[in-house]
Structures are given as C-alpha cells and as structure tokens.
C-alpha cells in the first residue's frame, strides 16, 4: 500500500501564499503521477495540479500562473505553491498519487486532506 500525509494547510488572507507538502510512504516504487486535488463545500472534486516522475506538469486553467506543482523524488514528496490565493481556493486539498503496477493496472491513492481557507 501507499501512505500520503500531507501538511501545510491554513488560513490565509487573500493575495496571500501558502505551501503544501505531501509525503508518500510505503510501496511506492511504481508511483509515477502525483498532484492534488480540491473540493470545496457543495463542489465536485477537482484537479489541481500534477507532475509527472519526468517533472511534467498539468493545471487548472483556474490555477495557472499562480499555483505550481513540484516534487523530490529523493524525498517522495510533493509540493503545492499557492499564491495570489483568492476566496474561491478555499477547499480541502487532497494529494493523490498514481501507482502502475503489471498485471494490476494503475492505482490511484488519496491523502487525508487539508483545509485552506482564504478569508480576510
């Protein structure tokens, strides 16, 4: 199994930053994606940001240019960079991670969550 614990969540005014972390535990030597995710009160989950094990990166045109996924392989982690942040980030950010695995497929592992509230 894969372990994700992630921590840096907070309150935060508006135009503010924040930095998320994640570390990934476990049997992880087949993850090769790994991001985060959102989902605020009333809303479908959402995707953040990803990287890939090459350092590929994906977003959400909502976050471009102002939020910036990156990870340590030597340390298993990943990294949200959030700034600029506005009311409408609030959420609760998940990692999430991506395991592929012959005969398995890929499997997809969640973290437990951490709020970020932007609020003046």
């Known amino acids: 199994q894969v372990q994700l614990v992630e921590s840096g969540g907070g309150l935060v005014q508006p135009g503010g930053s924040l930095r998320l972390s994640c570390a990934a535990s476990?049997?992880?030597?087949?993850?090769?994606?790994m991001g985060w995710y959102r989902q605020a009160p009333g809303k479908q989950r959402e995707l953040v940001g990803s990287i890939s094990s090459g350092g590929r990166t994906n977003y959400a045109d909502s976050v471009k240019g102002r939020f910036t996924v990156s990870r340590d392989n030597a340390k298993n982690t990943v990294y949200l960079k959030m700034n600029s942040l506005e009311p409408e980030d609030t959420a609760v950010y998940y990692c999430h991670a991506i395991r592929t695995r012959q005969r398995v497929g890929d499997e997809h592992f969640w973290g437990q969550g951490t709020q970020v509230t932007v609020s003046s």
């Open positions: 476990g049997s992880i030597f087949s993850i090769h994606t």
